[in-house]
């Protein structure tokens, strides 16, 4: 079993810089690959960046790509997501989330674990 608690979220300026954390509790933490998803009301969960296992592989949703980075600790057992260049609609729930596999992957129904989630604000 592994419990995800993420941490880092509150109120940002757009165009300025956030970074979220996430801890990882349980045994074996370095056979998960990770991922960070966001939610918005009333819209459906969506993948934003995954990691895989060992750090060899990293993709990020179009959005994003070039101004977030996913990064993962594996003696602190932790996944960081650095947010960059932060846009108002990027006002979200970020979810951090583990699977049992090495690969990485952008689908929710594959990730077996899930954090409670960080609120992110950016203001205009």
């Known amino acids: 079993q592994v419990q995800l608690v993420e941490s880092g979220g509150g109120l940002v300026q757009a165009g300025g810089s956030l970074r979220l954390s996430c801890a990882a509790s349980?045994?074996?933490?370095?056979?998960?690959?990770m991922g960070w998803f966001r939610q918005g009301p009333g819209k459906e969960r969506e993948f934003v960046a995954a990691i895989s296992r060992r750090g060899a592989e990293t993709t990020y949703t179009d959005s994003v790509q070039g101004r977030f980075t996913i990064t993962r600790d594996d003696g602190k057992n932790t996944v960081n997501l650095q947010m960059n260049s932060r846009r108002t609609e990027e006002t979200n729930i970020y979810y951090c989330?583990?699977?049992?596999?090495?690969?990485?992957?952008?689908?929710?129904?594959?990730?077996?674990?899930w954090g409670h989630g960080t609120q992110v604000t950016v203001a205009s």
């Open positions: 989330a583990a699977r049992n596999a090495y690969d990485v992957s952008r689908k929710t129904g594959e990730y077996e674990y």
């Open positions: 349980g045994p074996n933490f370095s056979d998960f690959a």
